[in-house]
């Protein structure tokens, strides 16, 4: 029985590629100046000013409210809860309901403000492109 043969093409390196020389110049089929090292070094570059970005938003502080100021909800950047303020007044044993409502959306607000404020932050480090895993 006679042997089928296949037809593989196989490319040598060097000759054929396209390319003077037979090698691909760094960087070569990537747009822009996104070749070789370059991209690797922006990368980088984007990775400590995120971290660093990070780290400033665990600094900074937003204030949530409601009912006119009388409930404060005090938040980081991370959206953790610092401080929570009641004026005296708001606090009516007879109408919890009220100070539960208050609370909530006093920190819905906090909660609101905290991530414009990361998404503001961190746009500013990515350009506005959104990269998967970083919850912009």
Partial sequence: ???KSKNIRRRRSGAGSG??????PAGAG????L????????VRKMQEEME???EELGNE????????GMVEIVMDGHQAVKAVRLKPEV???DDVEMLQDLLLAA???ATEKAKALADERLGDVTGGVNIPGLGL
């Fill in 1 to 3: 029985m006679a042997k």
């Fill in 19 to 24: 390319f003077a020389g037979g090698k691909a």
């Fill in 30 to 33: 990537l747009p822009g100046s």
């Fill in 35 to 42: 070749g070789g090292g370059n991209l690797m070094s922006q």
């Fill in 52 to 54: 660093k970005a990070q």
């Fill in 61 to 68: 502080e937003v204030v949530g409210s409601s009912g006119g």
């Fill in 91 to 93: 606090v009516d044993p």
């Fill in 107 to 109: 920190l819905n607000d």
